[in-house]
């Protein structure tokens, strides 16, 4: 049981370009979502997802896109890559929106060159 | 803003001692849950405790809940080397479903 993965691990982007961080998880949780954090913070809410095709926004959605086609993938798209974007990238699934606690994924550090 | 915030944010014991960590929000929730961060790692859910309730134990974790104040408190007992790590509270409200919020944490270290 693999729980939830994130790929990839590690990332370095220019400037303007664009990427997909992947997470997939396989508990079949309805609930998904992304997180990103800073150095020495909290977690702080960019999307998340009560089901297939739901998707709705949270503290700081601006640059990030996200879609959920299936129950499993839950895919984050950075439109065009700033510096401030540098961060720690979590995905987390949940029964129950998150009333029953997250599992996390382990991660996708980014670097915004 | 930030529904749960912990306190303190640093906190450095000797391996035995007991460790408390504080988590304050400011609306009502149906519940709190408490997670571990190792360096560089995801969040590992450790406990969760209802508004209803008033104390919880898993191992040598202790969580209590005060709604009339508004906190809550994580007691790790006998610490180890091992629970070296952050700790972060998060609050859930069913009527905000899908928008948890995350404290800053509290780092923990607990010296050999």
């Known amino acids: 049981n693999a729980g939830v993965t994130q790929t990839p691990k590690f990332q370095v982007l220019k400037t303007g370009q664009s990427m997909t961080l992947q997470c997939a998880q396989d508990?079949?949780?309805?609930?998904m979502s992304w997180y990103r954090q800073d150095p020495g913070m909290g977690l702080r809410l960019i999307h998340y997802?009560?089901?297939?095709?739901?998707?709705d926004q949270g503290e700081v959605p601006n640059g990030y896109n996200v879609s959920r086609s299936t129950t499993e993938d839950f895919p984050l798209r950075l439109l065009s890559a700033a510096p401030s974007q540098t961060s720690v990238y979590f995905c987390?699934?949940?029964?129950?929106?998150?009333?029953?606690?997250?599992?996390f994924g382990s991660g996708t550090r980014l670097t915004v060159v | 803003s930030q529904q749960g915030e912990e306190d303190p944010q640093a906190l450095s014991i000797q391996e035995g001692e007991n460790a408390t960590m504080n988590c304050s929000y400011k609306?009502?929730?149906?519940?709190l849950q408490w997670y571990r961060q190792n360096s560089g790692r995801g969040l590992v859910h450790l406990i969760l405790?209802?508004?209803?309730?008033r104390e919880k134990h898993s191992g040598r974790l202790r969580v209590t809940l005060d709604t009339s104040k508004k906190s809550s408190s994580l007691l790790i007992t006998a610490s180890r080397a091992a629970d070296t790590a952050s700790y972060f509270c998060?609050?859930?409200?069913?009527?905000?479903?899908?928008?948890?919020?995350f404290g800053d944490g509290t780092t923990l270290t607990v010296k050999p």
């Open positions: 997802s009560v089901g297939a095709g739901i998707t």
């Open positions: 609306t009502s929730i149906n519940n």
């Open positions: 987390a699934s949940s029964y129950l929106t998150g009333g029953g606690g997250y599992t």
């Open positions: 998060a609050t859930f409200v069913f009527t905000n479903a899908g928008k948890s919020t």
């Open positions: 405790i209802r508004s209803n309730e």
């Open positions: 508990m079949n949780h309805e609930y």
